[in-house]
């Protein structure tokens, strides 16, 4: 594939309308550019979750398995954004879902069974992976709303839905590694 932007600016936006990889102009609030934007919101979030993790990755060797998990990811929503950006465009496919599941049940079997819910803190990695957790959230709910109107193909709803449980298991995988107790609610009181 060769060089894409030749010029970062060029002024067919300035109207409030994009083009897609199809040759379509819609709006900028349209569904499928909403569901591009979430999707590169995450991508984003995910990067600083990795940032983060490669700083640490020194204290706490552990976390390196989580890097190797989820670097794959950036890539993988980079081709999900192409998809929506090009709807005749697949390049996910069932291999990267059933990846996200191995790891998900690998590290779920080294957690043990949640037995409360957990409030998204702890770290800041800790944290972050929750940032990323539910961004995944809004982003399937993006796409789920651009399908409900223009039907997507291939498998981009499975993937993104699969990456915000691993996203979670992520978090409590890091909590464990870091040595961080997870932050259980405490529900409210009942009032006397």
Aim: with cysteine; glycine share 8%.
């Amino acid at each position: 594939m060769g060089f894409r932007l030749s010029k970062i600016y060029t002024r067919t936006g300035d109207t409030g309308e994009t083009g897609l990889g199809d040759g379509r102009r819609v709006p900028k609030d349209h569904p499928r550019v909403e569901a591009i934007g979430e999707v590169d919101s995450l991508n984003s979030q995910v990067g600083v979750l990795l940032a983060g993790l490669t700083a640490a990755v020194a204290s706490h060797p552990a976390l390196q398995e989580v890097i190797d998990v989820l670097a794959p990811c950036q890539h993988r929503l980079f081709d999900l954004g192409g998809e929506l950006a090009m709807p005749e465009y697949k390049a996910l496919n069932a291999a990267e879902i059933e990846r996200l599941e191995a790891a998900i049940d690998h590290w779920n079997e080294e957690l043990g069974p949640l037995e409360n819910f957990i409030l998204p803190g702890g770290s800041t990695l800790i944290a972050q992976a929750h940032v990323c957790r539910s961004l995944a959230r809004t982003a399937e709910r993006r796409c789920q709303h651009l399908n409900a109107i223009e039907p997507l193909a291939g498998v981009g709803l499975a993937y993104i839905n699969r990456l915000s449980d691993l996203l979670f298991v992520a978090a409590r995988i890091i909590a464990r590694r870091e040595g961080v107790a997870e932050i259980l609610w405490e529900p409210a009181k009942k009032p006397q």
